[in-house]
T-cell receptor
Framework: NAGVTQTPKFQVLKTGQSMTLQCAQD?????MSWYRQDPGMGLRLIHY???????DQGEVPNGYNVSRSTTEDFPLRLLSAAPSQTSVYFC?????????????FGEGSRLTVL | AQTVTQSQPEMSVQEAETVTLSCTYD???????LFWYKQPPSRQMILVIR??????QNATENRFSVNFQKAAKSFSLKISDSQLGDAAMYFC????????????FGTGTRLKVLA
């Protein structure tokens, strides 16, 4: 079992460039989410999905797009990167209602926007 | 809206000693989950311990235990016999047991273990 797989692990962008952070999970989890981690601010929710075809905004959604066409994949798109989006990004998933509540994380992606 | 507060940005502990990390939360719900996650320098988020609010008994996992005070909305993590490998950032997190899957994280406490 690979769990939650994020790619790439590191990326450097120039302001205005676009890119997609990939996230895939092989645990058949209903819920998938994207967080960003910044020093002193903990993990903040960007977008989340409770199933294929269903997405919703989290705490800090501006500048990011998501889609969920399959149960397994939940890509995060930066349409026009800004220096304020320099951060570490985590994809995380959890099963449906009847579960332990644990959130399973990918290894994180460090993004630098110059 | 729920909030999670970790008031200690950084803590230090001597190897083999005991340390307690604090976490308080605010919610109007009666049923929820609480978690402590560890983030070592590798950046991977690792679940340390979880507590279900309806259970009065404090959760324990080997050297890790919690002091769950539901009325006070407090959820502290005690690490006994601290080891060098315990050095990491620790995050407290909350999740409702009903409806939403949203998790709310605290800002983290960086734990240093001194040899």
């Amino acid at each position: 079992n690979a769990g939650v797989t994020q790619t790439p692990k590191f990326q450097v962008l120039k302001t205005g460039q676009s890119m997609t952070l990939q996230c895939a999970q092989d645990m058949n989890h209903e819920y998938m989410s994207w967080y960003r981690q910044d020093p002193g601010m903990g993990l903040r929710l960007i977008h989340y999905s409770v199933g294929a075809g269903i997405t919703d905004q989290g705490e800090v959604p501006n500048g990011y797009n998501v889609s969920r066409s399959t149960t397994e994949d939940f890509p995060l798109r930066l349409l026009s990167a800004a220096p304020s989006q320099t951060s570490v990004y985590f994809c995380a998933s959890t099963p449906g209602q009847l579960n332990t509540g644990e959130l399973f994380f990918g290894e994180g992606s460090r993004l630098t926007v110059l | 809206a729920q909030t999670v507060t970790q008031s200690q940005p950084e803590m230090s502990v001597q190897e083999a000693e005991t340390v307690t990390l604090s976490c308080t939360y605010d919610t109007s719900e009666s049923d929820y989950y609480l978690f402590w996650y560890k983030q070592p320098p590798s950046r991977q988020m690792i679940l340390v311990i979880r507590q279900e609010a309806y259970k009065q008994q404090n959760a324990t996992e080997n050297r890790f235990s919690v002091n769950f005070q539901k009325a006070a909305k407090s959820f502290s993590l005690k690490i006994s016999d601290s080891q060098l490998g315990d050095a990491a950032m620790y995050f407290c997190a909350y999740r409702s047991a009903q409806g939403t899957y949203k998790y709310i994280f605290g800002t983290g406490t960086r734990l240093k273990v001194l040899a």
